[in-house]
């Protein structure tokens, strides 16, 4: 490990933080109406034209099977890179809050546990402390890569 | 001795026709080569991987090379662990198989033998290139990766002329084509050191102007024979390319390519045929009598008239074959016209059509602002209006550019059909017809891939044998015909072959095996339904595997790749007269003629060219079956489904006072439909923007659009919404 740093986002869903690195990050917007697509899956929100681009929302909270909460002129949507196989394309996330960026040496990540994580651990990239709170890093291509709202960890172990 | 576990376990593997595997197979035997630089069994090997090379066109002995190679290699291992008294023998034993090999490949490389074989200078420079002579090789990325394109299109246009020219062999203008395409090959390499290049076009070249002073006659056989070359150039370009351009690296590889036999056959082909004369050629053809051919000689001694002419005034010619050899010569003169050409790179191209689609967009924003605030703001009218008009001759001028006639495809696919007639010994005639039709370049890059599959199944399963077609009573050559034309609202290609034919029995017993549908199910089948069994991955009728199908990939792979760009395929067929292959595809993915309408709270584009008219009628006149879910409207004598949009779109319905309903009717694969909206907004171009992968799963959108005023619109796509009701 050399220990480089990557630069990452901070955003906020409820209480809970997360952090996604930087360089999928195209650009962050304030809330523009959105055209709503029906029959779409609960989170996918609808489209939004982003100067001349359609680019599809999806409600983080809803897709982490959260609370909605409606939106307003502060509402944020982030607009990031997803790298398919096929092609590159924008999804914008809504999320309650932008933080910080922050730079996060590779070698601070720890690996999540295996337990006691509110979502699988395909999820997550990892955990870090930040100011003394726990920050979640999202692995975003598999969040995004399933159809449904992201699978609990809890709900499972409770069957079990 | 890891080298030789590898190259086993390759061998063990391998099956025939796998040409990938052959090419690995040939890269560890050089590496094994390498390892015995300066002893006696580096020559003696030295020629191995070339005839591994040769026999993967050739798929019939595969196998059998492979066994040989096995063999050469335990020799190998022997030869390494045997003591000095013992290596002698394990050494001849390797040169004997070497040397089976050697006469199964030459036996079987038909487009080498069919020619006399410069036996002595082939020994001579058979050893290939050693890296001096690459020493003046440039070493700069960007003139070889320019060098590359630029060669790979004049073999390309080399290619085509010389399909021509099989039907045309004495058409000057077009032997020039190719004359001055291996001149500019031969000129380039020689400038950049591309010595093996060089020496091959050089020859090329010298053939085509010996050809183009009427001093030798292109033969078919000869046609064949710089097809050869021609794809041997491209197997020296392929390795420049792969080694991404390092000249260090493609040097090592340009050595271990021997093309010296190859250069040797055409200056063999160019001594013995020198000098024999147009006439003579006729002649032996049959086409003229020694008699004939005596007076038309001397005739020409007479006068300065060309052959040809004398040939015509002698009525030795029919004249409505001169007639339609002439017009033939017409339609290429003003396809060869030359304009000058810039490249651009596709990437480029793309972002150019896309930024052209956003200055459309906000030009027409920009319009509607400044038309609200028209008091406060001094722009004169004219600014405005010009900078319209501006935009959109940009738009259009853009997007022309991203078409590209379709006829760059359709001569790939006619050098394709006549490598694969030539594979399986059939005689296919390609007919086509539309390829000036133009169509997306995204579009274009996609369907050639499929095209091919259709083609080479077409010859491999649809056409029969000389022998079986003579006995069916039809032509001995097969014909395929092969279309595009506009229709509707997109383009439909279609290839037709007038082969045997789907046997429908053999698919459905096929369908059953495979449990895909229960037997007693299968009167229920529409010969649609069955049609599209085939489409299903690994699905294949053929009963035995040829090196060109029969494997159950392809038709799956075909429809998969036909789907990206929207489009769709459909099988017709009679068995013994013919199986279609029909292609619909969007005229482009980028603009279209839309009918924009509201329908709930958005804004949904129906393709304009559907549209047969607009119906507003009272609901009470609908007449609904009992139990069923749709409702019939009898219109025009026609019985035509109504489908609510909204029912569709999962919009809100909102219930119109007059109870009237306004509709659209839409004519669509050969059926009408008639589809209630709640407004109309009228006809508008609409710019279809990508919806993103996250989207795909609304299989009735095509697209979305984005309107002058910013909103968000959604394109429909006619087949989609169809099956959604369905």
Redesign the interface.
């Known amino acids: 490990m050399d220990g480089s740093a990557n630069k990452y986002l901070i955003f906020t869903l409820e209480k809970e933080r997360y952090a996604i690195p930087i360089a999928k990050v195209q650009e962050v917007i304030s809330y523009v109406p959105i ?5 779409a899956s609960e989170f ?1 929100k609808g ?3 982003l ?6 929302i ?1 409600d983080m909270r809803l897709k982490f099977g959260l609370q909605a909460k409606e939106y307003t002129e502060r509402t944020i949507f982030i607009i990031v890179d ?1 790298v ?1 196989a ?2 590159v ?3 914008g996330l809504v999320v309650d809050a932008v933080q910080d960026v922050v730079e996060i040496a590779e070698d601070k990540i720890e690996k999540t546990p295996e337990v006691g994580f509110k979502f699988k651990s395909k999820y997550l990239q990892g955990i870090i402390q930040l100011q003394d709170t726990m920050v979640m890093i999202l692995n975003f291509d598999s969040i ?1 890569a399933t159809e449904d709202v992201v699978e609990i960890a809890e709900k499972i172990e409770t069957n079990v | 001795m890891l080298l030789k576990d590898n190259i086993k376990k390759l061998m063990d593997n391998f099956e025939e026709g796998d040409a990938l595997a052959l090419s690995e197979i040939k890269d560890e035997c050089q590496n094994i080569i390498q390892q015995f630089a300066g002893d006696p069994l580096h020559e003696v090997l030295g020629s191995v991987p070339a005839y591994i090379q040769i026999c993967a066109r050739i798929p019939s002995i595969q196998t059998q090379c492979v066994e040989l190679v096995k063999k050469i290699i335990t020799g190998v291992e022997e030869y390494q662990q045997a003591n000095e008294e013992d290596k002698k023998k394990a050494l001849k034993q390797i040169k004997r198989q070497v040397n089976k090999l050697q006469s199964i490949v030459e036996k079987n490389n038909k487009d080498l033998t069919t020619l006399p074989k410069p036996q002595e200078q082939q020994k001579e420079e058979a050893k290939g290139y050693t890296l001096e002579d690459f020493s003046h090789l440039v070493d700069d990325y960007k003139l070889l990766q320019q060098f590359f394109s630029e060669a790979t299109e004049h073999l390309d246009s080399a290619q085509f002329v010389l399909l021509e020219l099989e039907h045309d062999s004495t058409n000057k203008e077009l032997i020039n084509t190719v004359f001055r395409n291996f001149h500019t090959i031969k000129g380039s390499a020689s400038f950049l050191g591309v010595k093996n290049i060089e020496e091959i076009s050089h020859a090329m070249e010298d053939i085509f102007a010996t050809i183009r002073d009427g001093k030798m006659i292109l033969t078919r056989e000869l046609v064949d024979v710089i097809f050869y070359g021609i794809e041997t150039l491209r197997t020296v370009l392929d390795i420049m390319q792969s080694y991404d351009f390092k000249a260090e690296e493609i040097k090592k590889s340009f050595t271990t390519v021997n093309v010296f036999p190859y250069i040797a056959l055409l200056k063999k082909i160019l001594q013995e045929y020198q000098y024999k004369k147009i006439g003579e050629i006729l002649q032996e053809e049959g086409k003229l009598t020694p008699v004939q051919l005596q007076t038309v000689l001397e005739k020409q001694k007479e006068t300065d008239k060309k052959f040809g002419e004398i040939v015509t005034e002698e009525r030795l010619v029919e004249h409505d074959d001169l007639l339609a050899a002439l017009q033939k010569q017409q339609k290429l003169k003003t396809k060869i016209k030359k304009i000058g050409y810039v490249k651009v790179s596709n990437e480029k191209l793309n972002s150019l059509i896309d930024y052209v ?2 200055l459309v ?2 030009q027409s924003m920009l319009k509607q602002e400044i038309e609200k605030n028209r008091g406060s703001l001094s722009i004169s009218e004219r600014t405005l209006s010009q900078a319209d008009m501006i935009t959109s001759a940009i738009k259009d001028l853009v997007l022309s550019m991203g078409m590209v006639p379709i006829e760059e495809i359709f001569n790939k696919l006619r050098v394709v059909a006549r490598n694969t007639a030539q594979e399986l010994h059939k005689t296919v005639f390609i007919e086509v017809h539309g390829e000036e039709t133009e169509l997306d370049r995204n579009v274009i890059e996609t369907i050639y891939d499929p095209l091919m599959h259709i083609i080479r199944n077409a010859i491999d399963h649809g056409i029969e044998s000389p022998e079986e077609r003579v006995k069916a009573g039809k032509d001995k050559v097969g014909r395929i015909v092969l279309s595009a034309e506009h229709k509707g609202s997109g383009i439909e290609i279609v290839i037709t072959d007038d082969g045997r034919g789907i046997d429908i029995h053999k698919v459905l017993d096929k369908a059953i095996a495979m449990q895909l549908v229960k037997k007693e199910d299968v009167t229920k089948l529409t010969e649609k339904d069955i049609y599209n069994f085939m489409f299903l991955p690994g699905f294949s009728t053929s009963d035995n595997v040829t090196a060109v199908s029969g494997r159950g990939v392809g038709l799956d792979v075909v429809k998969k790749s036909l789907e990206q760009i929207h489009g769709r395929v459909e099988i017709h067929s009679e068995p013994g007269k013919y199986t279609r292959f029909i292609i619909k595809l969007p005229l482009t993915l980028a603009i279209i003629e839309g009918f924009v309408t509201i329908v ?3 804004k949904y584009v129906f393709p304009f060219n559907s549209i047969e008219e607009i119906l507003v009628f009272n609901k009470n006149i609908l007449q609904r079956q009992e139990n069923a879910r749709e409702s019939i409207l009898y219109h025009r004598e026609m019985h035509i489904p109504v489908i609510f949009a909204h029912e569709i ?3 809100d319905y909102k219930e119109r006072d007059d109870d009237r309903l306004l509709s659209l009717i839409f004519a669509f694969d050969q059926a009408k439909y008639c589809v209630v909206v709640d407004s109309i907004l009228g006809k508008q171009e609409i710019v279809v ?7 795909n799963e ?1 299989d009735y959108f095509s697209g ?1 659009t ?1 309107f002058g005023d ?3 619109g ?1 394109v429909v796509d006619l087949q989609g919404f169809i099956d959604a009701v369905k």
């Open positions: 055209t709503s697509l029906h029959e996918l489209v939004i034209n100067r001349g681009r359609i680019i599809p999806i997803i398919t096929k092609d394309y924008h999804v995004l | 689609g956003e967009i906000n709930g709270n958005n779109f999962k919009e923007k990508s919806l993103g992968t996250m989207l609304y979305g984005i910013g909103s968000i959604f």
